[in-house]
Nanobody
């Protein structure tokens, strides 16, 4: 199993970023996919998830209305569109197939004031 997150970077508060997670080594369309993040000195926290078909999503209250998760099963890729970014969104972002303990290396998102 391989999960490769990309798209992170540094952005000013109020800006946007789109993260990607390319998956391989398992049947991508059979798994709900989640995004998590971990800020410096804090526990890893759940950001949101998309069901297997991508038609149902759920979000943490802290990102609801600003972040959108989507997926392209034909491309084995899940996305995290992040808008109206805040400094508290600064973290390393990870994707994860639900029900597994597989993690990628993460991608750093830094939001400057």
């Amino acid at each position: 199993v391989q999960l490769v997150e990309s798209g992170g970077g540094t952005v000013q508060a109020g800006g946007s970023l789109r993260l990607s997670c390319a998956a391989s080594g398992f049947t991508f369309s059979s798994y709900a996919m989640a995004w998590y993040r971990q800020a410096p000195g804090k526990e890893r926290e759940w950001v949101g998830l998309t069901h297997r078909s991508g038609d149902i999503t759920h979000y943490a209250d802290s990102v609801k209305g600003r972040f959108t998760i989507s997926r392209q099963n034909a491309e084995n890729t899940v996305y995290l569109q992040m808008n109206k970014l805040k400094s508290e969104d600064t973290a390393v972002y990870y994707c994860k197939p639900l029900g597994t303990n597989y993690w990628g290396q993460g991608t750093q998102v830094t939001v400057s004031p």
